[in-house]
């Protein structure tokens, strides 16, 4: 079951250019997953949105979000990042680039 146990997803992301958000939004989803029709019923997790600020929320459970500041600066730009997203135990890491990378835990 994805997102609740131990995982690693790597993956190179290009801006658009252009804003990631829709309109009356500020921010973009780079991974969702549900249980079932309706999001918010049986919810199953994990979901990740990049804002247009940097930041990753990334939330392992819909009652849990961890955010993570300035991880992706300027996300709009046309610059190609590799994003290491992982977990192990009750730890998520970010890492872009080689920059130093952003933990954090979890708790439920």
Same mark, same amino acid.
């Given at each position: 079951?994805?997102?609740?146990?131990?995982?690693?997803?790597?993956?190179?992301?290009? @801006?658009?250019?252009?804003? +990631?958000?829709?309109? @009356?939004r500020n921010y973009g &989803?780079?991974?969702?997953? %549900?249980?079932? &029709? %309706?999001?918010?019923?049986?919810?199953? @997790?994990?979901?990740?949105?990049?804002?247009?600020?940097?930041?990753? +929320?990334?939330?392992?459970?819909?009652?849990?979000?961890?955010?993570?500041?300035?991880?992706?600066?300027?996300?709009?730009?046309?610059?190609?990042?590799?994003?290491?997203?992982?977990?192990?135990?009750?730890?998520? %890491?970010?890492?872009?680039?080689?920059?130093?990378?952003?933990? @954090? %835990?979890?708790?439920?």
């Open positions: 079951s994805f997102g609740t146990s131990d995982f690693r997803v790597a993956m190179d992301l290009t @801006g658009m250019g252009r804003s +990631i958000s829709q309109d @009356g &989803a780079l991974l969702t997953r %549900t249980a079932g &029709a %309706t999001a918010w019923d049986g919810w199953a @997790g994990p979901e990740i949105f990049i804002y247009e600020s940097g930041n990753i +929320i990334f939330r392992v459970r819909s009652d849990e979000d961890m955010t993570f500041a300035s991880v992706l600066p300027d996300p709009d730009s046309q610059i190609t990042r590799h994003i290491v997203l992982s977990r192990t135990g009750n730890k998520l %890491t970010i890492q872009v680039d080689d920059d130093q990378p952003f933990e @954090g %835990t979890i708790t439920k």
